[in-house]
């Protein structure tokens, strides 16, 4: 049973380009959640996502960041015009209900230069 | 929201040393607990969590965590360390579904 998966691993980006995270949950796992990582942070909460339907987004910032987890495919989370504070790494997780324990993949260490 | 706080930023042990991170929380009622630990290069892995029952709990690779709900805390203990546990730990607490973190600890052990 493979793990949760993401990628890619790196992302360099230039300010203003666009930065595109994908997210494979475990089989069975219909919950993801997204997660960020600042340097010398703990992970801060981002978005809960079922399939098709965005169940919390509360800790997204309110601009240029979108989630999807649609019917068919990985989550994506999204983020237009990056600047260089949206460098860090992005974690999803995933699990088969949401009372459950979260799961997380290698994350995506995105690099705005 | 909950807020965890680690106690220790960067610990450096020996091989065979014990080693104990704090972990506490901010605020009681149900709270589910997890310890991660993060090897270099590698994803966040679940160590060990606690639900309900007994409050010492035992995970993984000779690890295991005190909930004292008394002090807001779920430290992490491991008896003898070795060369292989050095890598970033990170206590996180779930309300509902989401998880607050520690800002984590990292913690290197010399041959």
């Known amino acids: 049973n493979a793990g949760v998966m993401q990628n890619p691993r790196h992302l360099v980006r230039r300010r203003g380009q666009e930065a595109r995270l994908r997210c494979s949950p475990m089989?069975?796992?219909?919950?993801v959640y997204w997660y960020r990582q600042l340097p010398e942070e703990g992970l801060k909460f981002m978005v809960y996502?079922?399939?098709?339907?965005?169940?919390?987004e509360s800790g997204m910032p309110k601009e240029r960041f979108s989630a999807e987890f649609p019917k068919e495919g990985p989550s994506i989370l999204r983020i237009q015009q990056v600047v260089r504070g949206d460098s860090a790494a992005y974690f999803c997780?995933?699990?088969?209900?949401?009372?459950?324990?979260?799961?997380f993949g290698p994350g995506t260490r995105l690099l705005v230069l | 929201a909950q807020s965890v706080s680690q106690h220790n930023h960067h610990v450096i042990l020996s091989e065979a040393a014990s080693l104990e991170l704090g972990c506490n929380y901010s605020?009681?009622?149900?709270?589910?607990l997890f310890w991660y630990v993060q090897y270099p290069g590698q994803h966040l892995q679940l160590l060990l969590k606690?639900?309900?029952?007994?409050?010492l709990v035992k995970g993984i690779k000779g690890f295991e965590a005190e909930f004292i709900k008394s002090k807001f805390s779920f430290n992490l203990r491991k008896p003898s360390v070795q060369w292989s546990d050095t890598a970033e730990y990170f206590c996180?607490?779930?309300?509902?579904?989401?998880?607050?973190f520690g800002a984590g600890t990292t913690v290197t052990v010399r041959a």
């Open positions: 997780a995933s699990s088969p209900v949401r009372e459950e324990t979260q799961y």
């Open positions: 089989k069975g796992h219909s919950h």
């Open positions: 996502l079922q399939k098709e339907n965005i169940i919390d």
């Open positions: 605020y009681g009622g149900t709270v589910n």
């Open positions: 606690y639900f309900s029952g007994d409050p």
């Open positions: 996180a607490v779930r309300d509902d579904y989401k998880l607050s």
